[in-house]
């Protein structure tokens, strides 16, 4: 009752915050998005079957390669929300969202042979994707349902600004640390993604400044971050900055981009051109500036650590 309660307080928040101001999405700030949830596709009882063989296509191909954590087919039935759905109003999706421990929602339909899916973030219960695929009249629309869901997917996934995130160190407990003279940090990266070593890492921040959906054009970027990739190993990448705002700034789950990753899915899917006119241009933060000189401010932090590191590699040694 008190989680329905804080739900139904958030979206009057958001909706009083609409109406009284035309700035209320200006500058907002958005997160990562992992934790996926996607709902059965809505389609005539006699699509049924390809409609749910559909639904499989869409969690596999969001979870290949380690891209998204998606919600498995018993933990809906368990949480009785197992049902196909279309459209959802902001306040479905953030009160799915908060029922499900999600950060976006997927529904999709089948109707006069289109297939659309509809991509929502939980946090606003906004609509942040959105993308129609019309199947070809002259074949059965049987045999199109599970190509065309997986084609829908694979944009969703090209038009997702980011391709990775930070992750902690598991030894010394920090998302940035100093080795040899090097500023470091770990990455989380899809195991599918071409990424390799040497390539440019950027460390982004994402916001929105309109109701455009978010990963169709009303994305900006703000490049505040500039690496590069030393190593790479099952998902997990280890990258040097080189240059940065402020150390501060770095978190876990700081979103990642690699422009090497960026041109790939241009090049994929160079015929989409509703993707071309997406695109926003990127800026870098005017503040940054060289790592040995954001280093120096930190290094007694940094060589603190690294001290107290050593003193506890010495102590297992010796026992």
Request: hydrophobic residues 45%.
């Amino acid at each position: 009752m008190i989680k329905y309660y804080n739900c139904c307080v958030r979206i009057i928040y958001f909706y009083m915050a609409f109406l009284f101001s035309f700035n209320a999405f200006a500058d907002i700030y958005h997160t990562l998005a992992r934790r996926v949830v996607v709902f059965p596709i809505q389609a005539e009882s006699q699509f049924n079957e390809e409609a749910m063989e559909a639904w499989w296509k869409i969690r596999e191909t969001l979870t290949e390669g380690k891209r998204f954590l998606v919600a498995s087919k018993d933990f809906l039935e368990r949480k009785d929300v197992f049902q196909a759905r279309d459209k959802l109003s902001p306040a479905d999706a953030i009160i799915l969202g908060e029922l499900l421990d999600s950060q976006l929602i997927i529904t999709g339909q089948i109707k006069n042979k289109t297939l659309t899916l509809n991509v929502y973030e939980s946090e606003r219960g906004q609509l942040v994707w959105s993308q129609s695929s019309q199947m070809h009249r002259s074949l059965p629309l049987k045999d199109q349902i599970k190509k065309n869901s997986v084609e829908l997917t694979s944009l969703l996934i090209a038009e997702i600004p980011y391709h990775g995130f930070v992750i902690k160190d598991e030894l010394i407990g920090q998302s940035v640390y100093k080795k040899e003279g090097k500023v470091l940090v770990h990455l989380s990266v899809s195991t599918v993604s071409n990424v390799s070593v040497g390539d440019e890492v950027q460390l982004i921040k994402l916001f929105s400044r309109n109701l455009k959906p978010l990963f169709q054009g009303g994305a900006h970027i703000e490049i505040f971050a500039v690496g590069k990739i030393l190593e790479i190993q099952n998902g997990i990448a280890t990258a040097e900055l080189l240059r940065i705002t402020n150390l501060k700034e770095i978190q876990e789950s700081t979103l990642v981009r690699f422009p090497t990753e960026l041109r790939r899915i241009k090049e994929i899917y160079a015929l989409k051109d509703s993707i071309k006119r997406r695109i926003n241009p990127d800026y870098f933060s005017p503040e940054m500036t060289d790592i040995n000189k954001e280093a120096q401010e930190t290094q007694p932090l940094i060589t603190a650590f690294a001290f107290l590191l050593n003193i506890a590699t010495i102590l297992l040694i010796a026992f």
